[in-house]
């Protein structure tokens, strides 16, 4: 019995990860960031059609919410994951034109080359194709040394404005006071994670579950910040007369 509520209780922490409820308050340090991605994401997933390229799908947490033709998970070779398909992290193993839809989350700040890498999301979109697309603004450096960039709002629009993009929606995720208490999470899971999950989970709710709490009273009665936010999450068609010009040719 105390096995089966132990898996029960990691099962349900573990589902809590990308898709946080209240529970989660107690036992996610990153319980806002989660949150934020998780309702935009959700929100935009009806207007993410037909055969759709999860590109850095990692677990696929995501692929529920999208009720389309075919989803296919794309990760770099040697990323032991969720994946249908490996690349080489430069050119999609797919001819041109291939989906009607790309969702790309947390994943653009790892990429040393984003001309390539949207040039490459480019050429296998159909025209007219989607683009869901989400990346930090405000965060720490992270999966260390892979971590080559932050974009604002505007510097985000204007690169894939000049990769054959045009905007359809922009948000930003937690733009108010819970930015602040996310940080301080980030910063105490930083300096006292072990190898030990149940001393995490321990250290969590002593530690970090008081500033979750603390986090979503607070941003209730202080006013919202657009210039101060922690994820961008962008929904972006490709443009009818945008060209190939990368990777394979068909």
């Not at 919410?65 to 430069?90: M, Q, S, T, W």
């Not at 204007?158 to 359809?168: A, C, D, P, Q, R």
């Amino acid at each position: 019995m105390i096995k089966l509520l132990s898996f029960a209780f990691k099962r349900r922490v573990n589902r809590g990860k990308f898709a946080p409820t209240w529970f989660d308050l107690f036992v996610n340090p990153f319980y806002f960031a989660r949150k934020g991605l998780h309702r935009h994401i959700v929100a935009l997933a009806p207007k993410v059609h037909g055969k759709i390229l999860d590109v850095g799908c990692g677990t696929k947490p995501y692929q529920m919410y999208f009720d389309v033709k075919e989803y296919i998970g794309l990760e770099i070779e040697g990323k032991k994951k969720n994946a249908d398909r490996y690349y080489d992290g430069k050119i999609i193993p797919f001819a041109n034109e291939s989906f009607d839809s790309v969702i790309t989350s947390q994943v653009l700040e790892h990429v040393f080359n984003p001309d390539g890498f949207l040039l490459e999301i480019n050429r296998v979109l159909k025209p007219g194709g989607v683009l869901l697309l989400t990346v930090p603004f405000v965060w720490d450096e992270h999966e260390q040394p892979f971590d080559y960039a932050r974009y604002s709002s505007f510097g985000l629009c204007h690169l894939l404005e000049n990769h054959g993009f045009e905007i359809s929606e922009h948000r930003k995720s937690m733009d108010d006071a819970r930015i602040i208490f996310q940080m301080i999470n980030a910063y105490i899971y930083k300096k006292t994670i072990t190898h030990n999950s149940k001393l995490n989970l321990l250290i969590t709710l002593i530690l970090m579950a008081p500033f979750n709490i603390m986090g979503e009273f607070v941003g209730k009665i202080l006013p919202r910040n657009s210039d101060l936010y922690l994820d961008n999450i962008v929904l972006a068609r490709k443009t009818q007369h945008s060209r190939t010009t990368a990777g394979r040719q068909g």
